[in-house]
């Protein structure tokens, strides 16, 4: 049968190698470390850096098809890759994708709104800030990831200092939105232009990580809905975009969408999919890497998705981990845990996640106060 390989072994990867290997195929996973989440469930593991070009040819020989489980792997492996083997997302989208200046710049280009901003790359340039992007948000260009690379910027003497921090490498400052609340959409893109997507999420944060995404009916109203989806076909048409794709937007107070940013793959947005709708983001991305249709996902029940980070295993200031009492919410009706087999918790690690999915709204919701109690997890939502 064919394989699908996938560039990292994390816990997108490994939720893909669980899609594609439940649909048939064969998975081979490229990850340094052989202890990997998705290179532990792999029938394939490449122990290999990614721009290792034994490790690439690797790849290449044991796969069909190759995709990115995330977007900072090197463009330039993705285009080698595409010498030999169909990939998608391919390299040019994945590179809009790895720096935020390039991303803003597009998604301008492409009429869809963003936050006010500007690229810091020089003094010049952090003189020439103009004044109403302050108080802003600074950014590194390249490798952030759950707020990290960010600081809050009050004034043109805290901006020059957070540059400093932040070593002077390139910068986007956006303006500091009033955000009434945040949402992702997912998207599905195949090689034919259909494009098929999942209900729009909202998202709560706790310090710059994603906590919990709720997905219930009815949820976001129906003209952000309409403008985050203009938004994100936008983006996936205006990309030549082929894959599974993750926008995230804020909503703000007038009810207007701005985008913040996408990521090129399967997002811990979308993990509740794999629950509560009939197709997953992870068989999404293994129909558009296989050349397979593409059908409108339904969801059919209410989800809410808690995420578990290592500082479970941490209670109350505790020095030795300990793990979390699964048992106990398992016990709770329409409790989906999964975890990720990382061997060690540190505060901040995504272990894994719970998905609750009930008949309705008000049961699901419940449901999942009582686990996030249970798990010591603020009820913020
Ligand atoms: P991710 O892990 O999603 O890739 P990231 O490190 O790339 O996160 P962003 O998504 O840019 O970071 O920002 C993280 C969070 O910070 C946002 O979800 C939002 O809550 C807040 N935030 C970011 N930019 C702004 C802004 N311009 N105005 C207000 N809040 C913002
Ligand atoms: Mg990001
Ligand atoms: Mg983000």
């Not at 990292?8 to 594609?20: E, I, N, R």
């Not at 003497?157 to 910068?171: D, I, K, S």
């Not at 296989?290 to 809410?304: D, E, I, M, N, Y």
Request: with cysteine; aromatic share 6%.
């Amino acid at each position: 049968g064919a394989t699908l390989g996938v560039m990292g072994g994390g816990q997108l990867g490994q939720m893909f190698v669980h899609a594609a290997q439940s649909m048939g195929y064969r998975t081979a996973v490229l990850d340094p470390d052989a202890a990997s989440p998705a290179g532990l469930v792999s029938h394939r593991h490449v122990a290999a850096g990614y721009e290792n070009a034994e490790g690439l040819a690797a790849l290449a020989h044991e796969a069909d098809a190759i995709t990115t489980e995330f977007e900072n792997v090197p463009a330039a492996a993705l285009t080698a890759l595409a010498q030999l083997k169909r990939v998608a997302p391919a390299a040019a989208a994945v590179a809009i994708a790895q720096d935020r200046a390039t991303e803003k710049n597009h998604f301008r280009q492409l009429g869809v709104p963003c936050a006010p901003f500007a690229v810091i790359d020089s003094e010049a340039a952090l003189q020439a800030v103009d004044e109403e992007l302050l108080p802003g948000i600074l950014k590194t260009a390249r490798l952030g990831y759950d707020g990290k690379g960010q600081i809050t910027v009050a004034d043109r003497a805290a901006l020059r200092e957070a540059w400093q921090t932040l070593g002077q490498v390139v910068c986007v400052l956006e303006q500091r939105l009033e955000l009434d609340y945040e949402v992702s959409v997912v998207l599905a893109r195949g090689f034919d232009g259909t494009i098929v997507h999942l209900p729009v999420q909202r998202n709560i944060h706790r310090n710059g990580i994603l906590a919990t995404t709720l997905v219930l009916p009815g949820h976001i109203a129906e003209p952000v809905a309409q403008q985050v989806l203009q938004a994100a076909r936008r983006i996936a048409e205006g990309t030549g975009y082929v894959g599974v794709l993750c926008v995230e937007f804020f909503v703000l107070g007038d009810g207007s969408v701005v985008a913040n940013e996408m990521a090129p793959r399967p997002h811990n947005s979308g993990h509740y999919s794999i629950d509560a709708c009939d197709v997953s983001q992870f068989e999404l991305q293994v129909r558009t890497l296989a050349g397979l249709p593409l059908t409108a996902p339904r969801q059919h029940s209410p989800a809410v998705m808690l995420n578990v980070l290592g500082d479970l295993w941490f209670p109350s200031g505790s020095q030795a981990p300990r793990t979390p009492d699964w048992a106990a919410i398992l016990g709770l009706p329409g409790v989906h845990l999964h975890l990720y087999g990382k061997a060690e918790a540190r505060r901040g690690r995504k272990m894994g996640h719970v998905t609750i999915t009930a008949d309705t709204t008000e049961v699901a919701l419940e449901t999942a106060a009582r686990a996030a109690r249970q798990l010591g997890l603020p009820l913020d939502f």
